[in-house]
């Protein structure tokens, strides 16, 4: 790390993040002081959802952000009429999100899906669809529902509308019954499953063991013109993400998302996901595999990560007719080597 010492500019990084619990390696290496032994000065800017991000990414506001990864894609392949450069050099978690179902429906009916065809088809009396929330159309949300409905037997959406919301929203839509459910990242699963007014018939480990989750995106501009930043900010994160799958600082964990900077949940529903048991309104479950924060195969932004994110996105039939060029020009596993190498020295 003694390379990267001094590097503090007059600008400082602004770097985005939604309130989740998987922003958690960004407000670890705030809180913790990481990002100040790596020399950085970052101002972190909260954000209700991902379309925020996006436009914050394409505009300038933001030198980077905690993300999705359909975002990288959507903003570095053109999928829309927002296209500017951008990479993803870190893999900040795999895992993190569930399904939640309105607790109108019972465990007993539905199961873990599997007789969710048969109640809609001859217990559906409400007169709307049957609804259903992601966070985004490019989002694993998306893809991981799309999966979770095929396999039990529903064709979406032919037998199911899906909706796209910001995170912080799903659980209270659902509680007003504007939604029958929903895919997203914690703790608003728990929000809705601590409340009594929903429960998880899936988490994202279940559907997709390894599916990658939320990455680092950063814009091209910061990348070429701040190039030892760059580096230092990725071995900063990728540091905080050790620490975050650290079991034994799980506690402190809870202790900085629950600040009202960051999530501002409650510690009890925070500790569901976060601990060792998921309560998931039916029962409890290991929690060992909720997320991944930290591992041999977690962080590196390899082909084989986003290619599960376009394959997804193909499979459901979201991915735009256009010419995705090499992957590797987003997925910069050459400055997540140089990062690593950096936190090696440390």
């Not at 809180?31 to 914050?56: C, H, M, N, P």
């Not at 409905?149 to 959406?157: D, E, I, Q, T």
Request: contains cysteine; negative net charge.
């Amino acid at each position: 790390m003694d390379a990267l010492q001094g590097l503090r500019k007059p600008f400082p990084i602004r770097l985005g993040f939604v309130p989740l619990c998987d922003c958690a390696p960004i407000a670890v290496a705030q809180e913790t002081g990481i990002f100040d032994r790596y020399g950085l000065q970052v101002v972190l800017s909260r954000e209700l959802g991902w379309a925020s991000v996006r436009d914050k990414m394409f505009y300038g506001d933001l030198e980077g952000a905690q993300s999705i990864a359909g975002i990288a894609f959507a903003l570095g392949m053109g999928f829309s009429e927002l296209r500017c450069e951008v990479a993803v050099p870190l893999i900040l978690n795999l895992h993190g999100n569930a399904i939640t179902l309105s607790s109108e429906f019972k465990h007993s009916e539905i199961g873990r899906g599997e007789g969710l065809q048969d109640y809609l088809t001859n217990h559906w009396k409400k007169d709307r669809p049957f609804t259903l929330a992601a966070t985004h159309r490019f989002s694993s949300h998306h893809i991981l529902l799309h999966q979770w409905l095929k396999r039990n037997g529903l064709s979406s959406p032919s037998n199911a509308e899906i909706i796209f919301l910001p995170p912080p929203l799903m659980a209270r839509h659902l509680k007003a019954g504007h939604i029958d459910g929903y895919c997203v990242g914690e703790p608003w699963n728990s929000e809705a499953i601590m409340a009594g007014t929903g429960w998880c018939p899936a988490t994202s480990a279940d559907l997709s063991f390894g599916h990658p989750e939320k990455v680092l995106l950063l814009a091209g501009k910061f990348i070429h013109e701040r190039k030892d930043e760059t580096i230092a900010l990725v071995a900063a994160l990728l540091e905080s993400c050790q620490l975050c799958q650290d079991t034994n600082f799980r506690s402190e964990l809870v202790s900085i998302l629950a600040m009202k900077e960051y999530i501002g949940a409650s510690p009890e529903v925070l500790r569901n996901s976060l601990g060792s048991q998921f309560n998931t309104g039916i029962g409890s479950i290991s929690a060992s595999s909720f997320y991944l924060f930290h591992g041999e195969s977690v962080n590196c932004p390899t082909v084989e990560k986003a290619s599960w994110v376009l394959a997804g996105m193909r499979g459901i039939g979201i991915l735009p007719d256009v010419t995705c060029g090499s992957i590797s020009r987003i997925y910069r596993e050459d400055i997540f080597h140089a990062a690593a190498h950096c936190t090696q020295d440390a």
